[in-house]
């Protein structure tokens, strides 16, 4: 939930679906979960047409995506010469994504699944953390690349894993918080692995191994998706981390936040 894209890199002309949901769920079903869904919104435009055929390709259920007059969401993606991507001003365009909001058969439908994943930029994001409150469901959260913000800590008792991209950042307020909440905290370091903390306890991953990095959109999408279903399964910290790690190995292989 809920951001399901297209991608346009100007260096090669491609353009390609993407979104953190809809990067998130083919990273889950690669990683080998049975029933996948995205919800959120789409225009009926040309771009809606790539997101859905990309989904109908990875097997993923779109019955919660709703496709109304507008334009589908769009992002304008850099990519230097070392592979990392960077963005110019004005390179996200929201369109319709930014006015999906959560039905009565929508919180149905969320409180019937075993793990929901949003991000803290969704439109939704608060409803969503007051409908966790009252379900049983995994919730899995992207705080991206933000600054470590105290402020965030009102949602943790609703958030049971926690991710960010900690490149540039001390994890060290990770470790408090996971002392005092119950959450998985997890921070993406990068070339550098990642670190994660539960109960006080620290565990670290290195990063898989690739040859050439063409690309590192999706990279954080990818390596979620390979740990939330491999802690759905065994609800062991180090085998998920080592998990996401390849998948985020995988992705840095091609442009894009899949294959297409």
């Known amino acids: 939930m809920t951001c399901c894209c297209v991608d346009l890199f100007p260096e090669t002309g491609k353009i390609l679906p ?21 919800m959120g919104n789409i225009g009926k435009d040309g771009y809606g047409e790539i997101v859905k055929k990309a989904a109908d390709k990875y097997g993923i259920n779109r019955a919660g995506i709703r496709e109304i007059e507008g334009q589908t969401a769009n992002h304008m993606i850099h990519i230097d010469e070392k592979g990392d991507r960077y963005f110019k001003e004005n390179s996200w365009i929201g369109g319709v994504w930014a006015d999906w909001r959560i039905n009565a058969d929508d919180e149905k439908f969320m409180k019937s699944m075993d793990a929901v994943v949003t991000t803290i930029g969704e439109p939704e994001f608060k409803n969503i953390i007051k409908i966790k409150r009252d379900a049983p469901f995994l919730l899995s959260v992207d705080f991206h690349d933000e600054n470590i913000n105290p402020e965030w800590e009102e949602y943790f008792d609703a958030v049971d894993l926690f991710f960010i991209s900690g490149k540039n950042q001390n994890p060290k307020k990770l470790e408090e918080w996971s002392k005092n909440f119950n959450a998985v905290f997890t921070a993406t370091l990068g070339e550098f692995g990642s670190v994660s903390f539960k109960d006080g306890l620290k565990y670290e991953c290195n990063a898989a191994k690739v040859g050439k990095v063409i690309d590192t959109t999706g990279c954080g999408d990818s390596y979620q998706g390979g740990f939330i279903v491999e802690y759905l399964k065994s609800k062991n910290i180090e085998n998920a981390m080592r998990k996401g790690s390849e998948s985020a190995a995988e992705t840095l292989s091609y442009i894009g936040g899949f294959e297409i």
């Not at 809809?22 to 079903?29: G, I, P």
């Open 18 to 38: 993407g979104g953190n949901s809809l990067n998130l769920a083919v990273s889950c079903k690669k990683a080998g979960a049975e029933n996948v869904y995205v």
